[in-house]
């Protein structure tokens, strides 16, 4: 019997209904942040819409839940290859890092072209530390420093425990 024996010939390669649930729970979290979140006209419909969003929050964690189940699958099949990690940090480094850092990059010109005053709103200008970000640590801001984080960069929260999950569970899978 082989290693490839006991593996279901249909999950191999992409799984379309987890991609499809993927979709759905991001749409979850910015309907949720987006719709849902902002202030309600005086129209009883646009308040029913808004309260019948309430639980979209969950978007968050059913997303959570499947990228961890997707990410452990490539993990475990890949943990005897001689590149293992090399493979794995290339790859969320080439999909996360672009994005993420020209995003912050945005924020660190809004800031320092004070465009909070200038646009007259609150996206840019926080108390928390601005090494937390490269370090992807801001979801601890919060915790550590009891400090918000700027609206601009508030949802890189779960980014960066996803980032702290992507750090420690490959050494988990592979020893």
Do not use: C
Not at 26 to 34: D, E, G, N, P, S
Not at 120 to 138: D, M, N
Not at 140 to 169: H, K, R, T
């Amino acid at each position: 019997m082989t290693s490839t024996d006991w593996r279901n010939q249909k999950l191999n390669g992409r799984i379309i209904e987890i991609d499809g649930l993927r979709g759905i729970a991001i749409l979850m979290v910015l309907v949720f942040h987006y719709v849902g979140s902002i202030g309600s006209p005086r129209n009883p419909l646009w308040g029913l819409l808004t309260q019948s969003l309430h639980l979209f929050w969950s978007g968050v964690d059913l997303f959570f839940v499947l990228s961890g189940f997707l990410i452990t699958g490539i993990l475990v099949d890949s943990r005897h290859s001689r590149r293992f990690f090399s493979t794995f940090y290339a790859r969320r480094i080439h999909r996360i890092f672009p994005l993420y850092f020209g995003w912050l990059g945005l924020y660190w010109v809004g800031r320092d072209f004070d465009l909070d005053h200038r646009l007259g709103t609150a996206l840019f200008q926080t108390s928390v530390p601005g090494w937390l970000y490269p370090l992807f640590l801001q979801n601890n801001a919060p915790l550590w420093l009891n400090l918000d984080l700027p609206g601009w960069l508030g949802m890189s929260w779960s980014l960066a425990i996803e980032e702290q999950f992507y750090a420690v569970l490959p050494l988990i899978i592979r020893f």
